[in-house]
């Protein structure tokens, strides 16, 4: 069981910046990723790490302005979020999945381990 805590999330202004991270209670699984929910909305995938590799997978919606990377000896994994805007405003989850092959991403059935989440609020 890996247990996963998200940390970083804060209440910020439009335009500024915030570094999520999520650290792993050990570093074992192929694939981190970082989610958001909304209130009233379904919860959506934003980018994917490869742990061997470092290859990394961020989603059209924010590929300008957020950025994932990793922290191995930390069992770290971060999520830098640049320019924010209102519409960023959810709490952020972090997500682990063992093994790798095909699957689908954003699927949330695809992650084994779930974070308890970090709230990020955004004024304008």
């Known amino acids: 069981q890996v247990q996963l805590v998200e940390s970083g999330g804060d209440s910020v202004q439009a335009g500024g910046s915030l570094r999520l991270s999520c650290v792993a209670s050990?570093?074992?699984?192929?694939?981190t990723a970082w989610f958001r929910q909304a209130p009233g909305k379904e919860r959506e995938g934003l980018a994917h790490i490869f742990a061997p590799s470092g290859e990394t997978y961020v989603d059209d919606s924010v590929r300008d302005r957020f950025a994932i990377s990793q922290d191995k000896a930390k069992k770290t994994v971060y999520l830098q979020m640049n320019n924010l805007k209102p519409e960023d405003t959810a709490m952020y989850y972090c997500?682990?999945?063992?093994?790798?092959?095909?699957?689908?991403?954003?699927?949330?059935?695809?992650?084994?381990?779930w974070g308890q989440g970090t709230q990020v609020t955004v004024s304008s």
């Open positions: 997500a682990a999945r063992q093994t790798g092959g095909s699957f689908s991403t954003w699927r949330t059935s695809s992650w084994d381990f």
């Open positions: 050990e570093y074992s699984s192929k694939y």
